[in-house]
């Protein structure tokens, strides 16, 4: 009855502020506190009573009393700080100001004609004289939240002396003492106190809110500095180092499975995880140091302005991190609770499952990004493997979900960024005995197999938004191929068909880019063949088998007639081979374009039709159990001659450029695209649409290439490198093993960073819309001969005609002399076979390094905050809010 008593006086007290027609006096005391004394009104119940509509007339038809209320919750926390927040009482009035701050702040912040209130000292109206140098509410509320956090007996427990007579003076404490968590730079662990995690949340959320300034700011003035964070990671704020420290140990020392009791979640409350979440979301937006810079951006992954650290003290204290302990600790932080979705057990739903795997992801990367000491730290034990596991299950889960495409991004971001560094490469070989729960062939191999395997998945069944990854999932193959001892037949499978899909004549001919993904998978069989060709025989078989794909590439028509007949067959042949199996799987695409310029759709469906066209014989993606019967299989391996110098299997396949080509063996991974997921009520989805552009990458050539031979000799020196910017009109290199000369990405640089886009359903559910493309539509590629000469003379085929010009006979004798059926005595011949002297010299080894730009740190910051956003439903911060850093559609 009291609890309902309680919130009928806050409903009415929030009713007389709304009707109020005239400016209600600051200095009304017995007005002002019944907002936040004698009553203990639930955050869920605060957001309920106070509804969005009431705020906005307040701010709208009466701002004078709005900004009272502020400053004058602000100022009771203040006072509370003054008093040491004593009394339980106390305690309760701070926990009242926060919950109605928190709900009050986004709304302040969508209006830009309140941007610069709490940078005043007073509020605008009060009968109050502003003093010359007195501090800015925010600074006043910051300090007083900072202070909160570090109060003992109401958010730490106090060591020195106890009760509300011998409390130590807030103002005064040294803060260090009280560090929340063991961990990085602190040995003791404090004794656990569940209030207490539930009060460091809800300050911890009320800081976040006031972060959020940023949501309310478009996309182009999205890197003007949050002066919300710039204080508080400056030296003016005085618990700094212990707060980074305390939020850094909560998120690492964070173990959602404990002792494994099963069903322990459902039994007991775990009030640590919300606050691990926050501590998580605070640490990644504080990090965010583009956002604290005065200039433009100049984020890099490799060089940072110096003023821009020093003048965000938690990227300083991160980067300053190097004690070996320090890494592990937080590695294997991260790590375990990266795994943690993957945890399977016998007793279903047994086990505690964490959704933040997607801050955890963008948390991974600003560590690499700050502190490149961690980063070698992970990639010199096989420990890297523990963060590739989950970010590839992540991948392969989200590959068909256009709300989770941010999500792909940010792996293979990660991926990306490792795959510039050699022990990554070496790393892979080690063997893959994980039970993952994953979609894909059940093999035996390395961890490098399952990366060409979950590539392959994403690449043939991903939707089409995933295009403009496609290069860069083949930069990280080719980063990594020249360390790969021994690839498995279903990996090796698997890159083949990829080449035979994207090397049909007219999938190249239908986009001026469309020939950089055969430059790239060329690369990577060369890259095997010169440096690691002794224990890939299985890669060495399947290229024999699959020669006429190669021989097709060296004999592309260049000229208009023969250009022309191959798009006009792709019109019924890809028609033929999808069927209207790729008609029916379009549904629901939109047709958005791609920042390469040319139809996103139409060059989706291009490469769509290309896997399905890819020739009789190739293996299906999806079908797992034929190609695993391919790959394994005893039967009869008839060969015979063709054109004089290749072979194929009896009964033989269809070329590349035959458009007749069958699709009945292409199963499940050309179904299409799959139609954007409708969310149901209570979800909550949002994905980035445009990929973020790789503005540069940066390619470094091995000083020496013999030196590379073997992943277990040193590198060498490096030769400085090429920086090869996206969209610029580099030609590819000439040397052999030549790639293009787009770096990693097939698209263009974007002047302004592209929004979040997602729609909003009513209560709560939002899903993914697309947002309209304005500017010039670009007229259909027509594709010339002297083009296809420009590129196709560069194609680097030497390497593996000189293989086929050697094993092949080699081959072909066997059979015949021994009167061969079973594929293993091949293997077995292969296995032993040298080309040592009969190869073209070895190539210099191509390593691209991601760098960032402009354009993909804005593109994080919309994805951080994105998830932030979605992540926070209970309460609903920012729900039904004008955001403007991404858009928002009602549905």
Known sequence: ????????????????????????????????????????????????????????????????????????????????????????????????????????????????????????????????????????????????????????????????????????????????????????????????????????????????????????????????????????????????????????????????????????????????????????????????????????????????????????????????????????????????????????????????????????????????????????????????????????????DSRADQSRVGLMHIGVFILLLLSGERNFGVRLNKPYTATVPMDIPVFTGTHADLLITVFHKIIATGHQRLQPLFDCLLTILVNVSPYLKTLSMVASIKLLHLLEAFSTPWFLYSAPSNHHLVFFLLEIFNNIIQYQFDGNSNLVYTIIRKRQVFHALANLPTDAAGIARCLSNRKGGAAGAGGGRMVGSSQGSSGSRSLAGHDDAADYQQRKAALTASGAGSVGAGDESEEDRIATRTGRLGLRETDGVGVREDGGGTPTGDEDARSDIVEESMEGSHPAQEAEPGTLKATLLDTPNLAQITERESAHPADLASPTSPDGGEAPGKTITAGSDEEEPEANGATTGKGASNSSPSKTPSPLRRAVAQRGSLRVTPAPVHGNQVKQWQPSPEWVQSWRSKLPLQTIMRLLQVLVPQVEKICIDKGLTDESEILKFLQHGTLVGLLPVPHPILIRKYQANGGTTAWFRTYMWGVIYLRNVDPAVWYDTEVKLFEIQRV
Request: net charge negative; charged share 20%.
């Open 1 to 396: 009855m009291g609890n309902t008593d309680t919130k009928l006086n806050f409903r009415k007290a929030i009713v007389q502020l709304t009707s109020k027609s005239q400016p209600i006096d600051a200095s009304d005391d017995a007005f002002w506190e019944q907002f936040w004394c004698e009553h203990n009104t639930p955050v869920q119940d605060v957001f309920a009573l106070v509804p969005a509509n009431e705020i906005r007339k307040v701010r709208d038809v009466m701002p004078t009393n709005l900004a009272t209320l502020c400053y004058k919750a602000t100022e009771r926390m203040v006072r509370a700080v003054d008093n040491s927040c004593r009394t339980q009482g106390e305690q309760q009035t701070v926990l009242n100001c926060v919950r109605l701050l928190t709900r009050i702040l986004p709304y302040v912040f969508e209006d830009v004609q309140w941007k610069d209130f709490f940078w005043s000292s007073l509020p605008s109206g009060s009968n109050e004289k502003e003093e010359p140098g007195s501090v800015p509410l925010a600074q006043s509320l910051l300090n007083a939240i900072c202070d909160l956090l570090f109060c003992p007996d109401f958010t730490v427990v106090g060591y020195r002396k106890s009760g509300p007579e011998k409390a130590e003076e807030l103002n005064s404490i040294d803060s260090c003492e009280y560090i929340w968590e063991a961990g990085v730079g602190f040995a003791q662990s404090p004794p656990r106190n569940g209030n207490m995690d539930s009060r460091r949340t809800e300050l911890l959320k009320l800081l976040l809110t006031c972060f959020s300034e940023t949501m309310y700011r478009p996309p182009t003035a999205s890197d003007e500095p949050n002066r919300w964070i710039v204080h508080f990671t400056s030296a003016d704020n005085r618990h700094a180092l212990p707060l980074f420290t305390s939020l850094l140990n909560t998120v690492c020392a964070y173990d959602p499975v404990g002792i494994g009791v099963p069903y322990n979640h459902l039994l007991f409350t775990d009030t640590l995880e919300p606050l691990v979440e926050v501590c998580l979301q605070i640490l990644i937006v504080t990090l965010d140091h583009d956002i604290t810079s005065n200039g433009p951006a100049q984020s890099s992954a490799y060089i940072h302005d110096d003023s821009t650290i020093a003048d965000n003290l938690f990227i300083n204290y991160l980067s300053r991190i190097h004690r070996d302990d320090d890494f592990q600790f937080i590695l294997k932080g991260v790590t375990r609770l990266l795994n943690n979705p993957l945890v399977q057990s016998y007793l279903p739903n047994s086990t505690k499952r964490l959704h933040c795997h997607q801050e955890l992801l963008v948390f991974f990367w600003k560590i690499c990004d700050y502190n490149k000491k961690f980063l070698y730290f992970v990639l010199k034990s096989s420990d890297v493997l523990d963060i590739l596991v989950p970010i590839l299950y992540h991948l392969n």
